[in-house]
């Protein structure tokens, strides 16, 4: 029997495959792009006791007006540009959707990329075309102005890097597609800190570029906060989206201790640079596999033999998650993603992959 409330449920909400999350308990778990690396115990208990103060009877500070300066201070965000805080740059994402769904408005984005950006398109009733990346992924100028042209997108997304490549997209091509864009466009910076290369400090007053950031892949992904930068006025105007208190007061209060050691994090996306270089060489050292340049915390393989969906099998019987891509985009057929570890989980991983890949394993 069908519930009678469901054709009330728009038929491409209804059509839509829930954002899966697989399960990671006892896993070595490099299939998000989390940070492998808690904070320093001292510092956990600092925080603690910040937040034990904390006055969760009380709505939050609507605006967060203290945290936007404070973000604003430590990130270098240009004088004439303002900040919007979202509980995850998903969120803001989301906002974007919301505030640009026009009847007939189109988000455009090449691919593969970050899924969201289709989903929530889909969840505001935006129209959303994709273009596709050539075949190193490196962004097709021409088909990008082509579908520019044709669709006169309200909303452009560009990962940088992207997600699940891995590469930066080259800045003379991105800028061919802002001058040519007629409506918003976000440059998603969630990988920043592994890149080093942003638009931050080209943002300017009067501007459509928007520059999109999260402190998830950073080693606060359980905190949810993520930040988008912009001209004031049009900031103003997203802000109207923003649903009342949607940063908490614990994550206001938490966000704060944590920005007074923000050397600490930026020490672990070194780190973590230099182990995904590392571990990059050494897994294009075994048979059969490809790896793809990266300027992110997770490498981007393909496998011929045996295949993607079989090593992806093979490590979870040794308790390793890693996203397994093939079966999803045409580009990405025999695809695995591995986020970037500590030292240990990267060597457990690579004896992992060594096992699976050595020919004596080959039928
Ligand atoms: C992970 C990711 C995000 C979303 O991060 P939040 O956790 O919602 O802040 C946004 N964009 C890209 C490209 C990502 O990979």
Known sequence: MTHSGLSMIRDEIRALAPYHVADAAG?????????????????????????????????????????????????????????????????????????????????????????????????AGLGYRGVALRRDFSLDVDAMLAAIAEHRPALLFLARPNNPTGNLFDREAVDRIIDAAPGLVVLDEAYFPFAGDSYLHDLRAGSKVLVLRTFSKQGLAGLRLGFLVGDRILIAELDKLRLPYNISSLTQTFAH???????????????????????????????????????????????????APAVHAGLLARRILV?????????????????????AENEALLAALGQLLSPEQLP
């Open 323 to 343: 996203k397994c891509l093939d079966g999803g985009h045409p580009q990405l057929a025999g695809c695995l993603r591995v986020t970037v570890g500590t030292a």
């Open 27 to 123: 896993m070595i778990k490099l299939d998000a792009m989390e940070n492998p690396y808690q904070l320093p115990e001292a510092l956990r208990r600092e925080l603690a006791s910040r937040l034990a103060e904390c006055p969760v009877n009380r709505y939050p500070d609507g605006g967060a007006a203290s945290l936007r300066t404070r973000i604003g201070a430590v990130m270098g965000v240009p004088a004439d540009c303002d900040l919007l805080l979202g509980n995850g740059s998903d969120e803001l994402i989301q906002i974007l959707a919301l505030a640009c769904a026009r009847p007939g408005a189109v988000l455009l984005a090449p691919e593969p990329t970050f899924v969201m950006y289709a989903m929530i398109a889909r969840f």
């Open 257 to 307: 201790g944590v920005l007074g050691h923000f050397d600490l994090l930026l020490d672990q996306a070194t780190t973590l640079r230099e182990d995904r270089d590392r571990l990059a060489e050494q897994i294009a050292a075994l048979p059969g596999v490809e790896v793809f340049p990266s300027a992110a915390n997770f490498i981007l393989l393909r496998l011929s033999h045996p295949s």
